[in-house]
C-alpha cells in the first residue's frame, strides 16, 4: 500500500511512480485498489487550519502480476 505526498506545494505521485516502476521492470498490472486513508496523524492538525489545498485522502493497493516467457506483457 502506498500513498502519495505533498512538498513544498505540490503533490509527488509516489503511488503511479512506484506502479511504473513495476511496470518498467516486466511486471503487468491487473488492477488498482484506491483504499480511503484513515488514521492519518496529521488529519486533526489540517482539518482545523485555512488552507488552499485538498487533503490527501486515499491510497493505492497495486495488484502485478509478474510477465515470464508462458505469459509475456
Given at each position: 500500500m502506498i500513498g502519495d505526498i505533498r512538498k513544498?506545494?505540490?503533490v509527488l505521485p509516489l503511488g503511479m511512480?512506484?506502479?511504473?516502476?513495476?511496470?518498467?521492470?516486466?511486471?503487468?498490472?491487473?488492477e488498482i485498489?484506491?483504499?480511503e486513508q484513515h488514521n492519518c496523524r496529521s488529519t486533526d492538525y489540517w482539518e482545523g487550519k485555512e488552507?488552499?489545498?485538498?487533503?490527501l485522502a486515499?491510497?493505492?493497493?497495486?495488484?502485478?502480476?509478474?510477465?515470464?516467457?508462458?505469459?509475456p506483457i
Open positions: 513544498k506545494g505540490y511512480n512506484s506502479m511504473q516502476k513495476f511496470v518498467d521492470a516486466g511486471f503487468k498490472l491487473k485498489v484506491i483504499k488552507r488552499k489545498f485538498l487533503m486515499h491510497e493505492y493497493i497495486f495488484i502485478l502480476e509478474k510477465a515470464d516467457d508462458h505469459n
